[in-house]
């Protein structure tokens, strides 16, 4: 990291008149917005002294903000000052000097506001003793471009630090606004289905509120169910035993219980049925009473047994369906459960639909953008088809 006393900047520390001119041409747009509220003040950042933004050049303010001395230096830029190298390539058009505790940032009125709102709510989450990430600073990033903070009324700093579950060192919290909303929506109704791309945090999060309502005493116990179709197999061409044909489809839920709960204690909440994998066959005529049931990979279930599957619902109980209507691997001609329901079960009161998207998958980045471009593919291939219906119909 560099010395306190040198300036901080990874565009470089040259030629200011250059930077100037980098500024103009790269924020054009921006600085218009800026010159139509050059009147506005700069809002203060909370918990640093900030000066007011003024105008520097045609379109160009500059604002200061000053660290809080209890805020190690590390913490808010991050080591080797990697924090502040992802705040630079989110904001290329503003320049970004940090000399000591003191950060300058120059650019046009809008995109200063923005960094200025983000170190606030930077410095809010270190204040709630939650570490600084890259993915946090760009997840609060993402959210303060998109303006869902503003709609929802939701900082990132509240999203970002609402811990649901923490094992062996280790946190489970929402890490976008949607997974958020779909976290409160589980704590306010009895039916939530999640519904969205893979890793999307929909099965996660929803493992993570159950064995959370286990430890506070809210259920009796835990049942994590799947509909043993995937992929076109079936399970009498497969290897094995019954449980060994079966245990493979229920392994992804073992997995995530693996993070959540002490390895040596889940043989034991198994064998006492406290907590319980089951696939969805098994769970026909049985009522299931103070428990918290996730039903997985929905868009793999039948509407007849997604309706039985519901209908097990029982006193002090709450069900979470998740599930991704665009990877449905039932055989030609079958409807899809979870495309049906919520036809079905759209307004009905307790029960609660949440959509998460690409924006929301916290694997790898190429994930998302592969999400993206397969729904654009089916898309086009869907407009394509029906274009081609359409002229069939014309010919007879």
Do not use: C, W
Not at 47 to 53: H, I, K, L, P, Q
């Amino acid at each position: 990291m560099a010395d306190n006393t040198a300036p901080r900047s990874g565009k470089g520390r040259q030629s200011s008149a250059a930077d100037r001119n980098g500024r103009a041409a790269g924020t054009g747009r921006a600085g218009a917005n800026g010159a139509n509220a050059s009147s506005e003040p700069s809002r203060p950042v909370s918990g640093t002294r900030a000066t007011r933004a003024e105008e520097v050049a045609p379109g160009v303010v500059q604002a200061k903000i000053e660290i809080p001395s209890g805020h190690p230096l590390v913490s808010v830029f991050g080591a080797g000052d990697g924090l502040l190298r992802v705040i630079e390539k989110a904001f290329p058009g503003v320049d970004i000097h940090a000399r000591g505790n003191q950060v300058t940032i120059a650019g046009s009125r809008a995109e200063v506001g923005l960094v200025e709102r983000l170190f606030e709510e930077m410095l809010l989450m270190l204040r709630t003793g939650a570490p600084l990430t890259e993915d946090g600073v760009e997840r609060s990033i993402q959210m303060l471009r998109s303006g869902e903070a503003d709609v929802d009324g939701q900082r990132p700093a509240e999203v970002l630090t609402q811990n649901i579950l923490s094992n062996r060192g280790r946190t489970i919290r929402p890490k976008t606004l949607n997974q958020k909303n779909y976290v409160d929506a589980i704590d306010r109704n009895t039916i939530v289905f999640g519904i969205g791309p893979a890793g999307s945090g929909k099965t996660y999060l929803a493992m993570a509120k159950a064995v959370q309502s286990l430890q506070a005493k809210q259920v009796n116990r835990i049942i994590l169910t799947r509909p043993a179709v995937e992929a076109g197999e079936k399970l009498g061409f497969l290897p094995g035993t019954l449980y060994e044909k079966i245990d493979p489809y229920l392994r992804p839920l073992y997995d995530a219980l693996h993070d959540m709960i002490d390895p040596d204690s889940i043989p034991r909440l198994m064998a006492a049925g406290v907590i319980e994998v089951a696939p969805l066959a098994y769970m026909r005529g049985r009522t299931l009473n103070d428990a918290f049931i996730i039903l997985d990979e929905a868009q793999n279930t039948s509407p007849e047994q997604m309706k039985m599957f519901l209908t097990r619902l029982g006193f002090g109980s709450k069900i979470v369906v998740t599930g991704d209507i665009t990877q449905v691997d039932l055989p030609g001609g079958t409807l899809s459960g979870l495309r049906v329901v919520r036809n079905i079960l759209t307004g009905v009161e307790d029960i609660h639909f949440a959509e998460l998207t690409s924006a929301d998958v916290v694997r790898h980045r190429l994930v998302g953008d592969i999400v993206d471009a397969y729904g654009r593919y089916d898309a086009e291939h869907d407009e394509a088809r029906d274009r081609g219906g359409d002229a069939n119909r014309k010919r007879h």
